[in-house]
């Protein structure tokens, strides 16, 4: 009977020290996966190596990225560089005025309006703050998924508020716009809403405007929903610009739904924090106030991204990030 409980115990702690056992073992096994992919080139084998190759200059190709610009790029010194400064590039090519490898500085630097920023690990800070305070900056680049949000939720890691507490560079938004302040910036209707934005997203903010509209009338949920909203705003100087993590929304480089009462369900990581603050660092899915896949989809096809799908949740958030957009794609085919 004694012995009995003894060997049941055994049995017990066998089980859960295999599991536990078992879970690191999964973990390093998916990190070192995820780092040969993108980190490293001297692991890989000769034939990966230049099947790589080979997809890197198809890429550049399809996107008639010009050569001298292709030899540039292909200075960069590991996959993951070489996706990032390509998704610049792609994403603001009318506006860079000149992109090239800095041996002082050992980095990727592109000229926009006179202004000299750095890759910086997609840091993307001015070529100056690199010397000085580099480490004190978190990557605005990170792996944006394109994939619909049902379809990601579960891997979304939970909000981890300490990133917040680091300086997130809006140095190339700065460089881009040129603002000096609200004079700057221009009006123009969104779904029927008279909102202010600056020129340079304008284009792009016009086309989303008139697929959604198109959508909307053959879509009756579509529809629904916009009758829904409350209304639509942008331009807000609620960070000031120039100080510690300006908002998007400062530059007029943001766009936000609003709704009278997001159907009582959660939208923001801040304001949940208060309200539910036992389950706001990883909701259930079901409890965030969404929108609709198809709309997120017409954003991203012009270079916003969705507030929605970062883990420190803003769901009725979009803005012009249009590199998060490319390198998203250069990054999936890249990984294929
Ligand atoms: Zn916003």
Redesign the pocket.
Known sequence: MHKHVIYTLLFLIFCIASYFLSSIILSQIKQRHEHSLLLSRSEKTVQEKKQRELSIKTIMQDNRVPEDVQKTLLRAPSTQTFTMILALYLAYRNHIEEVYWDDEIQDFVLVLNGKRVALANGRLIFVERVLEDLLNYTPVMYPYRLSPLAEIYDSIPAVDETIHERLRSTDIQEALTMIEDVSDLIHVYFLGVKIRIHPLIKESLLLVNEEINALAARDKEIKKFLDSLQTISSYSNRKIKKSRNA?L?SFGM?I?FLHPNYDYKSVYWQWTRVARPKVWRKLPFDDLWLIPQEIVSLFEGHGFLW?GKWSSY?T??FEYRPEMIEYAKVRKRLLE
């Open positions: 908002s929304h943001a936000d507030g803003d009725l958030h």
